[in-house]
């Protein structure tokens, strides 16, 4: 007799999530929309044909933040206040989903470091301007073959030195892959820390990073907590991972220092990315384990259309992103890929993933009619409501756009309505409208309403 095949780390992840484990609901009530908007994600991800459209929510932000009003500095540092904010905008525009304030950071985790990767808002900035990535060369030309050759040693005694003032004292330290015994490599530490007591002034400076850190994850558990358990609201970004190109074009050599190394030594780009693999790989793993969440989502920076040509595309981008993907979903784990900028020439290869274990976010440069009929049968799509459209057109402009997509993406199953990048000055009428037209979609497969 065959053993049953054993059951994957997605596979229980799905089901707990779908149930809402991880909630207090507020009623019965609550918990069944919950879990029929949960459900519904989950089967429209997977190509079902549901006769419905599911309406998501990339990131709200500086739109949530309207709802109090708060500025950007607020949002940062005053997390009881923005918390209202977000319950608030949630409360008025029913999405099928939230995507909360994940990538609003507590400003006491950089200003605690003086972390010079960020721009921050009240510090460099307006109040009410966002903050700002700062991409520089981080990694000189020269660091391949050390980073290769150990790359925690890099890390730890010239990436973070260079990022932080506070961290510079780090690089001071001695290899690590020295330290075996007594004899070899403790003396080599405890000397440098003796005539270094900047050491323990990095340690403050990480501790009140930390602890700015832990109050922001309080928040963001407070914040699940109320617009999953009281609102029904499944939350949609969990854990992420990075294609191993864009580490290296974000933030090791800079986009500038990228597209050299294309040019003058891709065989290097190709060795460090195949390193990384592996470790995005498992903190992809890793991060879906520790919060309970199926869906891995994984940001697409430079692979759009018009930042290389398609042998390098094919050749430097896809190779190692593809493995991620594949890797990841063979642990039945869900993939969100957020694309940026325009994708038309690209879509064919997420066919190479196994169906109906992806999701697709377009931006309004990427064809979506293009995209339903590249990737009908092979991967569900999301997006492409412009945030433009949403910011500055009347109420039935959008309500044009947004039934053309319905009708033209929707047939079938395996689309999602969302709008392109972030809402931040869209007009709450507008949003309304664009949710009014998914939930009067019903498709050929209809299951009433959830």
């Given amino acids: ?134 991409e520089a060369e981080y990694m000189k030309a020269e660091e391949y073959d050390e980073y290769l050759d150990d790359p925690s040693g890099w890390i730890l005694r010239k990436y973070l030195p260079r990022l932080s003032p506070e961290l510079e004292p780090l690089g001071q330290l001695p290899p690590l892959r020295n330290m075996v015994t007594f004899f070899q490599g403790l003396t080599d530490l405890v000397v440098a820390a003796a005539e270094n007591p900047g050491l323990l002034e990095a340690m403050k400076a990480l501790q009140a990073s930390g602890q700015a850190v832990q109050e922001w994850f309080d928040y963001l558990g407070r914040i699940d907590q109320e617009l999953g358990g009281r ?44 390193r990384l693999l592996p470790w995005q790989l498992q903190y992809g793993i890793d991060g879906a384990k520790a919060l309970g969440q199926p869906i891995v989502t994984i940001y697409l920076y430079k692979g759009a259309d018009g930042f290389m040509s398609d042998e390098q595309y094919e050749q430097l981008y896809w190779p190692t992103l593809k493995k991620l993907i594949l890797g990841l979903v063979d642990e039945g784990l869900l993939v969100w890929l957020f694309t940026q900028g325009k994708y038309d020439s690209r879509l064919h290869h997420f066919k190479e993933i196994p169906a109906g274990t992806c999701l697709i976010h377009l931006e309004s440069a990427t064809d979506a009619v293009l995209a339903k009929e590249v990737l009908a049968g092979s991967q569900c799509i999301e997006g492409n409501v412009p945030s433009s459209l949403l910011a500055t057109a009347s109420v039935d402009e959008v309500e044009a756009y947004c039934v053309k997509l319905a009708e033209s993406c929707g047939r079938g199953g395996g689309f999602m309505m969302d709008f392109s990048a972030f809402l931040d000055e869209a007009k709450r009428e507008n949003v309304k409208k664009m949710i009014e037209v998914a939930r009067a979609y019903r498709g050929d497969g209809g299951r009433g309403t959830a």
Avoid: C
Avoid at 43 to 64: M, S
């Fill in 1 to 134: 007799m065959e053993r049953a095949a054993e059951e994957k780390l997605g596979d229980r992840l799905v089901a707990d999530w779908v149930s809402g484990a991880h909630l207090r609901f507020a009623s019965d009530e609550a918990r069944a929309k919950y879990q029929a908007r949960a459900q519904l994600i989950i089967d429209t991800i997977r190509l079902e044909d549901t006769g419905r459209i599911p309406v998501i929510p990339a990131a709200t932000q500086k739109f949530a933040f309207d709802y109090g009003p708060v500025t950007f500095r607020e949002a940062m540092t005053e997390f009881d206040k923005v918390f209202d904010a977000y319950v608030r905008q949630y409360e008025d525009t029913d999405f099928d989903a939230y995507v909360g304030p994940e990538f609003i950071y507590p400003a006491g985790m950089f200003e605690a470091l003086r972390w010079n990767r960020v721009r921050l808002p009240g510090v460099h900035l307006p109040d009410d301007k966002s903050f700002q990535f700062v």
């Fill in 231 to 274: 609102l029904a609201l499944p939350h949609l970004l969990g854990p992420m991972a990075h294609a191993p190109f864009d580490i290296i074009s974000n933030y090791y050599r800079g986009w500038r220092g990228a597209i050299v190394d294309m040019f003058s030594r891709p065989e290097k780009m190709t060795a460090l990315m195949e």
